[in-house]
């Protein structure tokens, strides 16, 4: 049974191009053939996800206008973001669908070609080499906060809105360093337009089995992924909340689908999390994320 008879407008907190924007366009055809209605993406980037969020939020919280995002809008921005409103008592997670990883990368004629050697210049140049983010107050900004504080670098955090500018800063050498989301990055690594220095996650990559994580060269503390899915304002009903539920994850168990995340770097999550489990889920991260920001002094430059 369908959840509504209407078009639906999927919100996204990013540009076109970008992580969020991808995984939209995957959802949004599946779910307009399983509800057979139109389903619309609708970019509204800006304010570290705020502009998108408060957008949904203004709408009836009748099923018709969904956010699909990255965690990281409600468990990273808004620590450093003043987003106006309360990212664990007013947007409710639906489902858990897909997780991208953080990965870090250089411009192509940057001279190191991994992270120790990257490290290492960075030392040797004082006060010369900046890093992007794909959006100041996110994880992009905390690794690299993290990696200055723990390895004694200065490099200098440029934020961009989205992954699309940064990384085209990155391809024309303007900036030598970034760290990026593996949805975004794993194209441009194939077509040799970035280097892979690293990756900032907990366990190596299936699909780079030889390049190493930043905790094994001693920066555990630099792992970072983010899952995304779809999200409601928290005053839908809980009845509507579990049909739109039930409806989501069958789209993420399609073959079809499952096909297209592996196609753009996403790995499907297989185990269905409950309503309750997913709002745990944003509450940890969001909670972890606060003590990082604490604990660097991370502020919007």
Do not use: C
Not at 72 to 78: F, G, H, I, Q, R
Request: charged residues 20%.
């Amino acid at each position: 049974m369908a959840f509504t008879d209407k078009p639906v407008k999927l919100v996204v907190p990013a540009p076109p191009g970008g992580t969020i924007d991808v995984f939209a366009r995957i959802i949004s055809d599946q779910l307009s053939q399983e509800i057979n209605q139109p389903v619309i993406v609708e970019n509204k980037p800006g304010a570290g996800g705020a502009v998108a969020i408060k957008y949904m939020l203004s709408q009836p919280a009748d099923g018709q206008v969904l956010l699909v995002s990255v965690t990281n809008v409600l468990t990273e921005s808004p620590h450093v973001v003043k987003s106006g409103f309360d990212p664990l008592k007013d947007v409710k997670p639906i489902a858990e669908m897909a997780r991208s990883y953080m990965l870090f990368i250089a411009a192509p004629q940057f001279p190191a070609n991994d992270a120790k050697e990257a490290i290492a210049y960075v030392k040797a140049n004082p006060g010369k080499v900046s890093v992007a983010s794909y959006s100041p107050g996110t994880s992009s900004q905390y690794a690299s906060a993290i990696l200055n504080r723990k390895a004694g670098l200065d490099m200098e955090h440029v934020a961009f809105a989205g992954s699309a500018p940064a990384l085209a800063q990155v391809m024309g050498n303007q900036i030598p360093l970034m760290f990026d989301g593996s949805v975004t990055s794993k194209p441009m690594i194939a077509a040799g337009k970035v280097k892979l220095l690293a990756v900032a996650y907990k366990s190596r990559m299936p699909e780079y089995p030889n390049v190493p994580t930043m905790a094994e060269l001693g920066y555990p503390e630099v792992n970072f992924s983010n899952w995304s899915g779809v999200f409601a304002s928290s005053q839908t009903p809980p009845a509507l909340l579990a049909k739109i539920h039930a409806t989501l994850t069958k789209i993420n168990a399609s073959p079809v689908v499952r096909a297209r995340y592996a196609s753009t770097g996403f790995e499907p999550i297989t185990e269905s999390r409950t309503l309750e489990q997913a709002a745990e889920d944003v509450r940890t991260e969001y909670e972890r994320n606060g003590e990082i920001v604490k604990a660097f002094g991370i502020k919007l430059n």
